[in-house]
């Protein structure tokens, strides 16, 4: 350890070196004497930490050496001898660019010192540089992500002026239902907020007269909705309004991607025909790279809607609704036209648009609605990482600075004002945030590529997810902003000035201390924030797995198909899934096979209003809803969906039997409560498979709430009807094997293939794994919250760590004065144990009243559990003490083994 004697060696040398350049001109010292001052100040105190005094002496020489010489330079070219006149330093016209010379040259000089000092500290400079890293690449990632997704206009022009319309019932806009023809037809006439309205519904095409079918996912669209979103193809022309009317030819966009794949690329396609749902459509045009429909995760296929007005009825809602808003016209003053336009459509057909209200949405509110929550909150999580990252650099640098004092104090001592010193401070801040932020940047990358691994197909807009400039910008602006913040709170704890050594110790280290707990505990409060609100989430995640489905999805092999034109009329569609469901069942490896219309856990619904002719006719508007099924004879045996009352669907169940349905427990108990409703008729109201149905049928039957669409749906009034008495063109096949589901796949793709060989499955999958997927959200939601829980727990032990172990060694004096008249080892070690004790009891309360605000952000994520729970808020409590405890007994151990003549010794 350097001596006090060698320390005034330095200040001496210093000292006579500010009075050597009383040899330079009077011009020369008044301009640059400061500056040489300060370099060589830094200089020699790099050589006085390296050899001490000898590094010192070493250096005399060649000092003296460069005074005497450059000084009779200088005087020579002041005196005009040496070099032309005008170019000495005191009579050369001052330029302009020197200021910035030698500004630049000052923070090169600060950078060098500012390397040279890290790199004596090794360790702690890359404990830093990874804390940094951890909390500014997490940050960096989950931003890039969130900004595509939620941040980024959509890729569509003039994306703000596009909305989406939709119908509800009795004025409830969270409840979205489809639009119909008719209806759109008058709001395109009766609007003056629109420059145009278009329609467009999904549509899957098989595409035959290749080596293997294949299942296109696509769009049918009106000219409006082409025009509306500005579709500019690649090749070729767009759909246009002579494609839209009925009986015109049919004409089909590709996608870039099926153009490339089946194609070749060559623009010889356009105008050539291709097979899709047994019929011939010729191509128009090509889209560009990466086109897809709003909300859609893929577009390959786009062809018209061809909507017959005069034949579709006005209550048909099928459809879905894109708008362009006119110049000028806001979202809100678009609502208020579209209110006008229901009440006179409600005034002139009261049968169909009574109470029916039109909602206008923003397309991106919409897009991102879905994902907006849990997007922003995983947001807010990682940026709490980044705090206790920040916080435990913050605390490093100031336990740092407080060893530094003696050469701070030295430096002020030799002349360095209090700017100077900061400005060095921070030189080395920005230095380690820099080296941090550049890690961070590639752990961003592949924390980015982490994300997209694991993050549910679900979310939109994944495919524009990348690290673009805007990734950049962010992670340069959080790197710099860290430096500055942990690189300003220690420097601004500097005193400077004519302190002495002991003096300036004594001023900084209860201030460095204080400080030192105040970010200890902030990163105690904000790791427990986020450890509750992961276990809230693996808590509701948990209970949600826990529910009960209505049925064994395990073992089921699903798959969708859907029939052609050369189908035409419900007899053809009931008798191909007829003879389909008998083929497969009859192979010796199936337990049993059915079908479905809408498969559950796969999206997509049908609903419609019944009458019950026994009873009183409801208002108009009041007539009880429910959603629909057309399922097959043995499909509550194929999912094992308990039967309650009276009998399922039969064979016998068809064209020529009664018509009969079955209701699900919900809607007994909703439309007969107290009564038995075997034996009811109900007369259906609905539209299914794009054709109107309007039967009677009787109730044979009453099973149990199975749930159609997700663990965490609230149980909905179904029912259901036999597919034969109720033909629909597309159905999904489902079989339970002896074996493993996914094993008979390649069995069940060959038994299709046989029946008819322009026909292709798609969707194949285990029931299993898409009800799996209906949870995919909350389980990445709840991953990623958990992992950045552990970040910051284990960040906020290191600094519970760091400042006890810190404290511990200046402390080692006291201890062993303490333990020299008697104190034990357990009374040394209750002493340091404390200390962290009240540091994590008040972080503790901080953390849970910040929880208790902040936890209601994540309401909408959680299944059957409060943002209040109290085993969840107690267990996390519990763990994070434990855990902080734990980091400061280590030290505290080691400080009550320090034998007491040891501790004495030590200065």
Same mark, same amino acid.
């Given at each position: 350890m350097n001596s006090p004697r060698d320390s005034l060696a330095l200040r001496a040398l210093v000292a006579a070196y500010k009075r050597g350049l009383g040899i330079y001109p009077g011009g020369f010292r008044a301009r640059f004497a400061t500056d040489l001052v300060e370099a060589f100040s830094d200089d020699m105190e790099a050589r006085y930490a390296r050899r001490g005094v000898r590094g010192l002496l070493t250096a005399l020489p060649g000092t003296i050496r460069d005074l005497l010489t450059q000084s009779i330079r200088e005087r020579l070219e002041n005196s005009g001898f040496g070099r032309p006149t005008g170019s000495s330093l005191h009579h050369r016209p001052k330029s302009p660019q020197r200021p910035i010379t030698q500004m630049i040259s000052s923070v090169i000089q600060d950078v060098r010192f500012a390397a040279r000092m890290l790199t004596r500290t090794p360790a702690f400079s890359l404990i830093v540089i990874v804390t940094l890293a951890l909390g500014i690449g997490a940050t960096t990632a989950v931003f890039t992500t969130v900004n595509a997704i939620a941040f980024r206009p959509l890729p569509f022009a003039n994306p703000e002026e596009l909305v989406l319309i939709w119908y509800t019932e009795k004025g409830q806009p969270q409840v979205r239902g489809a639009v119909g023809a008719v209806n759109v037809a008058d709001w395109q006439a009766m609007n003056g907020s629109f420059s145009d309205i278009g329609m467009w519904r999904g549509w899957r095409a098989t595409l035959a007269g290749v080596d293997v079918p294949q299942s296109l996912l696509g769009a049918r669209i009106s000219h409006q909705y082409a025009r509306a979103l500005d579709i500019q193809p690649l090749y070729g022309r767009v759909l246009g309004p002579e494609d839209d009317?009925?009986?015109?030819?049919?004409?089909?966009?590709?996608?870039?991607?099926?153009?490339?794949?089946?194609?070749?690329?060559?623009?010889?396609?356009?105008?050539?025909?291709?097979?899709?749902?047994?019929?011939?459509?010729?191509?128009?045009?090509?889209?560009?790279?990466?086109?897809?429909?709003?909300?859609?995760?893929?577009?390959?296929?786009?062809?018209?809607?061809?909507?017959?007005?005069?034949?579709?009825?006005?209550?048909?809602?099928?459809?879905?609704?894109?708008?362009?808003?006119?110049?000028?016209?806001?979202?809100?003053?678009?609502?208020?036209?579209?209110?006008?336009?229901?009440?006179?459509?409600?005034?002139?057909?009261?049968?169909?648009?009574?109470?029916?209200?039109?909602? $206008?949405?923003?397309?991106?509110?919409?897009?991102? &609605?879905? @994902? =907006? /929550?849990?997007?922003?909150? #995983?947001?807010? *999580?990682?940026?709490?990482?980044?705090?206790?990252?920040?916080?435990?650099?913050?605390?490093?640098?100031?336990?740092?600075?407080?060893?530094?004092?003696?050469?701070?104090?030295?430096?002020?001592?030799?002349?360095?004002?209090?700017?100077?010193?900061?400005?060095?401070?921070?030189?080395?801040?920005?230095?380690?945030?820099?080296?941090?932020?550049?890690?961070?940047?590639?752990?961003?990358?592949?924390?980015?590529?982490?994300?997209?691994? $694991?993050?549910?197909?679900?979310?939109?807009?994944? &495919?524009? @997810? =990348? /690290?673009?400039?805007?990734? #950049?910008?962010? *992670?340069?602006?959080?790197?710099?902003?860290?430096?500055?913040?942990?690189?300003?709170?220690?420097?601004?704890?500097?005193?400077?000035?004519?302190?002495?050594?002991?003096?300036?110790?004594?001023?900084?280290?209860?201030?460095?201390?204080?400080?030192?707990r105040t970010l200890v505990i902030g990163q105690v409060a904000v790791a427990l924030v986020l450890l509750i609100g992961a276990g809230l989430l693996i808590n509701s995640f948990t209970r949600l797995l826990s529910e009960d489905p209505g049925m064994q999805p395990d073992g089921i092999l699903a798959a969708r198909l859907a029939l052609g034109s050369e189908y035409s009329g419900s007899e053809a569609h009931q008798m191909f899934f007829a003879d389909l469901i008998d083929r497969i069942r009859a192979r010796p490896e199936v337990d049993e096979a059915g079908a479905v219309f809408l498969m559950p856990f796969a999206g997509g619904s049908v609903s419609g209003s019944f009458g019950i002719p026994a009873r009183p006719d409801p208002e108009p508007g009041e007539e009880p809803g429910s959603y629909v099924q057309a399922v097959s004879s043995n499909y509550f045996e194929l999912l094992r969906t308990p039967l309650l009352r009276g009998r399922s669907f039969a064979p016998t169940d068809d064209w020529a039997g009664e018509r009969v349905a079955i209701i699900n427990e919900t809607a007994a108990r909703l439309f007969w409560p107290g009564e038995d409703p075997l034996g009811e008729v109900v007369q259906l109201h609905i539209t299914l498979d794009a054709q109107e149905r309007d039967l009677e049928r009787t109730i044979v039957g009453v099973v149990a709430d199975a749930q159609q669409w997700s663990l965490d749906g609230n149980d909905q009034p179904f029912i259901y009807v036999p597919f034969r008495q109720y033909p629909v063109a597309s159905m999904y096949l489902m079989t339970r094997p002896h074996g493993a589901p996914a094993d008979f796949a390649p069995t069940l793709r060959q038994i299709v293939k046989d029946t008819d060989p322009e026909l292709a499955l798609y969707r194949v999958g285990e029931l299993s794994d898409f009800l799996g997927r209906t949870v995919e959200r909350q389980r990445f939601s709840m991953l990623l919250l958990s992992g950045f829980a552990v970040v910051a727990l284990v960040l906020g032990c290191v600094g519970i760590y760091g400042l006890i172990a810190f404290n511990v060694a200046r402390r080692t004096r006291e201890i062993g004065l303490r333990m020299a008249i008697g104190a034990s080892r357990a009374s040394v070690l209750m002493l340091v144990l404390r200390e962290t004790s009240r540091m994590v009891g008040l972080g503790i309360v901080l953390g849970i009243a910040a929880s208790l605000a902040l936890t209601r952000l994540i309401a909408s994520m959680l299944h059957d559990v409060s943002t209040t729970d109290g085993a969840t808020i107690t267990a996390m409590t519990l763990l994070l003490g434990g855990f902080a405890l734990l980091a400061g007994l280590l030290p505290a151990s080691r400080a009550a083994r320090v034998h007491p003549s040891v501790a004495l010794r030590s200065d």
């Open positions: 009317l009925v009986g015109a030819p049919n004409r089909v966009m590709l996608s870039y991607e099926v153009w490339q794949r089946q194609f070749g690329g060559t623009q010889d396609v356009l105008g050539t025909s291709l097979r899709l749902n047994g019929a011939e459509w010729e191509i128009i045009g090509i889209l560009e790279p990466g086109f897809s429909m709003p909300r859609r995760t893929q577009t390959e296929v786009v062809a018209a809607l061809r909507v017959d007005l005069s034949k579709t009825n006005r209550g048909s809602h099928n459809l879905n609704a894109l708008a362009r808003l006119a110049p000028g016209i806001s979202i809100e003053a678009a609502q208020a036209d579209m209110r006008r336009i229901d009440e006179s459509l409600e005034a002139q057909y009261p049968d169909t648009n009574l109470a029916m209200r039109s909602w $206008v949405r923003s397309l991106h509110e919409d897009t991102i &609605s879905d @994902v =907006s /929550v849990s997007l922003y909150t #995983l947001l807010a *999580a990682v940026g709490f990482v980044l705090l206790v990252a920040v916080a435990n650099v913050a605390s490093l640098l100031v336990a740092r600075t407080t060893t530094r004092e003696e050469e701070l104090s030295i430096r002020a001592a030799l002349g360095a004002g209090r700017g100077r010193i900061v400005r060095q401070l921070l030189s080395e801040s920005l230095l380690l945030a820099v080296l941090g932020g550049t890690v961070g940047l590639v752990l961003a990358h592949w924390g980015n590529r982490a994300l997209l691994a $694991v993050a549910p197909a679900s979310i939109p807009r994944l &495919s524009e @997810v =990348s /690290v673009d400039y805007g990734a #950049l910008a962010f *992670a340069s602006f959080v790197t710099l902003a860290s430096g500055l913040f942990f690189g300003t709170v220690p420097a601004l704890r500097q005193r400077g000035g004519a302190a002495s050594l002991r003096g300036a110790r004594g001023t900084t280290a209860v201030g460095a201390e204080r400080l030192r």
